[in-house]
């Protein structure tokens, strides 16, 4: 005989209540087998009701069927008792600590296949056979076994819970909803189950939905962090050519800024990773969300459905990328810039002081979230120290505090001659081009002083409006500047700040402060904030 074959065998005369092979075999009168003193304890569980049920089909009899061996099972049985096949069927599993347990098993008892919640009890494949076979039991609404199926009962009037009251967001069963809950909004568990699911639905959307977001937003950071590497790359060689046409004494300077530019990038991109782990870290929330709710959204009772849903299905807000803003491959170009300008002006620099060449311009904002500055310490973060440039001045500009202050006056200066000099504005702009994070101040007197920033390239000689310097309306002016995300913002300094305009643009060039002065005696000072 086939190993199969007698598996089969065997499975047929096995006992559905000690799942062994049937000893002194019985077959009652709805021809299901059993052993003879199985389904006689059985029975004597029920003589109280004086009904006696299969524990299969839970036909019932009455009286209580004479019990008579049935002797061609029992030559069947020691025919496979002889082959060794002792044991129950392979496939068999018996209940442990959490498995949820068939109901009707006796004796150790076999893992439930389904719970049925009309029964509210659960099943082994054997004992749920019933379900499939009687047409009213075919009815029975079946889900995976639960241990909790006692909890669709109301503690009240153990009645099946069966309805949702939205009024007070609770299950209740039928009497419940005449009682407590009468007049209240009230629907099937089913019907408020099909609204949540949708609601489940547009929720999953929405975390997918934010996960490819992210998962975009974790690209462009990597882009980022590839453009920075090459920027910096191009910065670190352009320097180095535009150094070697310096003198010896300029050499170090140029290892400095080589040095600047390889910290600033390490630091960038070293921010840029961190931020990279931060989103990929709430893709992975958002993907064990989605999880929860894909898993809940598979719940066949309504009433666990109903009762994880509401602290299953809140989310946490998300973290706001609408902020993250790649500029224009800008990172260390002003680095050059400012490098090129140095050998242009080298004559004017070793005559005066020398100039710091700084690295802030090349700051590379890349974060989620990075408020403007409130107080006037905030702003003093962002500080600089300018000074202005004598080769701007007009000639009715006179220059001291070395080179931070500026008065109208009646004598014009014996300037030299410059193509960078204002001759038709009382004018004049900072030596020092700004980019990144800038903030510093001015104070003024007289009846007509304007601070202003523009590009290098404004109109030198341009009587009309448009290479004019703006004014302020307070003695004491403080102008914050963000070249990156293209905010420009002046405040009146007291004891509070106060904005006076804010405007939000692109720049596509550095920048430098300026002053225009209207009538002589007029003077602007740029303040020491350090």
């Keep these: 005989m086939a190993q199969k074959g007698d598996q089969l065998d065997q499975e047929t005369i096995s006992c559905s209540i000690c799942l062994d092979l049937l000893k002194d075999p019985v077959t009652i009168p709805c021809g299901h087998s059993y052993c003879m003193s199985c389904i006689k304890n059985f029975w004597d569980g029920e003589d109280q009701k004086k009904i006696y049920s299969c ?6 009899f009455t009286p209580r069927p004479v019990l008579m061996k049935n002797t061609m099972l029992a030559a069947l049985v020691e025919q496979l008792k002889k082959t060794g096949l002792q044991a129950a069927p392979a496939d068999h599993c018996y209940a442990g600590p959490e498995d949820v347990a068939c109901d009707v098993c006796t004796g150790r008892k076999l893992k439930a296949f389904k719970s049925c919640l ?4 659960s099943y082994c494949k054997n004992h749920l056979q019933p379900h499939y076979d009687s047409a009213p039991l075919k009815k029975h609404k079946l889900v995976e076994p639960s241990k909790k199926l006692q909890e669709n009962i109301c503690s009240r009037h153990d009645k099946l819970i069966e309805i949702f009251c939205r009024t007070d967001q609770q299950s209740i069963c039928y009497l419940c909803s005449m009682d407590d809950h009468k007049g209240h909004n009230t629907v099937s568990a089913a019907a408020e189950r099909t609204e949540r699911q949708r609601e489940l639905e547009v929720s999953r959307l929405n975390i997918q939905q934010r996960i490819q977001d992210r998962e975009k937003d974790v690209k462009l950071l990597q882009q980022e962090v590839e453009d920075m590497s090459r920027s910096a790359d191009k910065a670190v060689e352009d320097s180095e050519k535009i150094f070697t046409q310096l003198i010896c004494l300029l050499q170090k300077r140029s290892s400095d800024v080589k040095q600047q530019i390889r910290s600033q990038q390490e630091n960038e991109v070293s921010r840029v990773k961190e931020l990279q782990e931060k989103l990929q870290q709430e893709i992975t929330e958002l993907k064990r969300k989605d999880a929860e709710l894909k898993k809940l959204s598979h719940t066949e009772d309504h009433n666990q ?4 849903y509401p602290s299953v299905s809140q989310l946490s807000e998300p973290t706001n990328s609408s902020s993250i803003n790649i500029r224009p491959l800008r990172h260390f170009e002003d680095v050059t810039a400012a490098v090129s300008e140095l050998r242009d002006k080298l004559q004017d620099i070793l005559r005066d002081k020398w100039t ?14 990075e408020p403007e500055p409130k107080t006037r310490a905030d702003f003093l973060k962002y500080s600089c120290e300018i000074t202005l440039d004598p080769n701007t001045a007009n000639a009715r500009l006179l220059l001291s505090e070395g ?7 009646r ?22 081009s700004l980019t990144g994070h800038c903030y510093w101040e001015v104070v003024w007197r007289g009846t007509g002083v304007h601070v202003a920033v523009a590009y290098k390239n404004i109109s030198r000689v341009d009587l009309a409006d ?37 405007f939000q643009t692109t720049f596509t060039q550095p920048l430098h402060a300026g002053l225009r002065l209207c009538n002589y005696g007029d003077t602007a000072e740029l303040c020491k904030l350090k």
Excluded at 356 to 369: P, Q
Aim: proline fraction near 3%.
């Design 55 to 60: 524990p299969q089909c839970r036909r019932t």
């Design 118 to 121: 009309v029964c509210l009890a």
């Design 305 to 308: 459905f109903l009762h994880n």
């Design 356 to 369: 710091n060449i700084s690295l802030t311009g090349t700051e590379v904002k890349v974060s989620l979230s």
């Design 403 to 409: 080179n931070r202050k500026v008065e109208a006056v």
């Design 411 to 432: 004598h014009q200066q014996s300037y030299s001659s410059h193509p960078d000099r204002f001759t038709g504005k009382w004018q004049v702009l900072s030596r020092e």
């Design 466 to 502: 448009k290479s004019e310097f703006g004014g302020p309306l307070s003695s004491r002016v403080g102008v914050y500047l963000d070249h990156r995300a293209g905010i420009l913002s002046f405040y009146s300094v007291s004891e509070t700040m106060t904005l006076l305009h804010r």
